[in-house]
Structure formats: C-alpha cells, structure tokens
C-alpha cells in the first residue's frame, strides 16, 4: 500500500519560480490537507479539502493555491516562490469523520 | 479547538514508562483529545486519541482527567525509537484530518 505519496522530496526554486507539489493517495480518503514546518516549530494548516472539487483556507494560506479535481489527488501550488516559502511541506489524509491521519513524507523545499 | 500546552522537552530512561503531560483547559464537550509524534523530521504519526474514558492500544495508553482539562500520554516501556517530538491536539472529531499542531514535547529516550 503506497499511502500518502509526496513528489518530489526535495525542491530549490528561484525567488519568482512557480511550482507545483504533488500529493496522492489510494486510500479513497475524502479529507486533504497540506501543512508546512519551519526548522523547530510545529505544523501550520495551509489549506484543506473535504472531498473533490471543495477546498478551504487554513492557518497560513497566502502565496498558496490548491485544488481538488479528484478523490486522490491535491496538488499545492506557489505561483511566485519567496523565500519565506522554504520549509517542509507535509500532504496528510483521512476519512472525514475519521480519527487517524495519514502524512506523506514531505517535500523539502528551498527558495534562493 | 481549544488550546493545548505541553512542556517543550522531557527526558526518559529507556525501558522506563514516559508520561508525556497536556493542559487544554478550555476544551469544549464534544472536543477529543489525540496526540501524534513525529520522529527526526518524518511525517507526523498517529498514536491515539480518547474523549473521556482512558484509552490504550498497542503503542500507548491515554489517562484523561476527569474534568477533562488535562491528559498525560503514557509509553509504557519507551526505547530510543520513542524519541521523537510529541503533539497533543484537541479538536471537533467530525473536523476529520484538520490538526492544528502547537510546539509538542520533544522527548529523548536516553540509555
């Protein structure tokens, strides 16, 4: 079972650079989420989604877009990376009543 | 959600039991309390979560006050694969994976 799959582990973007970061799971999960970490802090809510095509804001949502076309899949994209960008970035899943999340391994991202 | 606060660092004896406090003092009736780790920079894990009745599986038990203001997450027999840093989370549980995490106690299991 692949779970939570983040792509790609490990990104360095020009300040001004696009990009987008991929999130997939095969657990038929309606619930999505995307958090960032910052070195020795917790996780921060960035957006999330309750099922296709419904998205919501979370704690830190500027300089980010989500969408949700799918059960599976929640790309999140920066349309202009800056530094205050760089961080960890962790997709998690669920069922939407459910009790347990599950996290992907996360992307590393880096922005010069 | 309500607010948690947790000691920012603990230390533990390996193969002694760890008991990681919680204060949420203002957590609502239909709030449930959860806790997750996250060892060396991996994507957080689940480990349990209860509302008022104690809980244990097969990674930790939880011990909920009474009035429900505090809670302690217990490791019965921590080794240094426990070392990790641990969040305690209240929210609404129909609120499915929205967690919004504080700092979390860092624990070292130390031989």
């Known amino acids: 079972n692949a779970g939570v799959t983040q792509t790609p582990k490990f990104q360095v973007l020009k300040t001004g650079q696009s990009m987008t970061l991929q999130c997939a799971q095969d657990?038929?999960?309606?619930?999505m989420s995307w958090y960032r970490q910052d070195p020795g802090m917790g996780l921060r809510l960035i957006h999330y989604?309750?099922?296709?095509?419904?998205?919501d804001q979370g704690e830190v949502p500027n300089g980010y877009n989500v969408s949700r076309s799918t059960t599976e899949d929640f790309p999140l994209r920066l349309l202009s990376a800056a530094p205050s960008q760089t961080s960890v970035y962790f997709c998690?899943?669920?069922?939407?009543?459910?009790?347990?999340?599950?996290f992907g391994q996360g992307t590393r991202l880096t922005v010069v | 959600d309500a607010k948690t606060t947790q000691p920012p660092s603990m230390d533990c004896a390996e193969g002694r039991a760890a008991n990681l406090p919680c204060n949420h003092s203002t957590i609502s009736g239909n709030e449930y309390v959860y806790w997750y780790r996250q060892i060396h920079s991996q994507g957080p894990q689940y480990i349990i979560h209860?509302?008022?009745n104690n809980e244990t599986n097969e990674m930790a038990s939880l011990i909920i006050t009474e009035d429900r203001k505090s809670s302690t997450l217990i490791l019965p027999h921590a080794t240094l694969r426990d070392t990790a840093v641990y969040y305690c989370i209240v929210r609404v549980d129909n609120q499915g994976g929205k967690l919004i995490f504080g700092q979390g106690t860092e624990l070292s299991v130390k031989p």
């Open positions: 989604s309750v099922g296709a095509g419904i998205t």
């Open positions: 209860g509302l008022k």
């Open positions: 657990m038929n999960h309606e619930y």
């Open positions: 998690a899943s669920s069922v939407y009543r459910g009790s347990e999340a599950f």
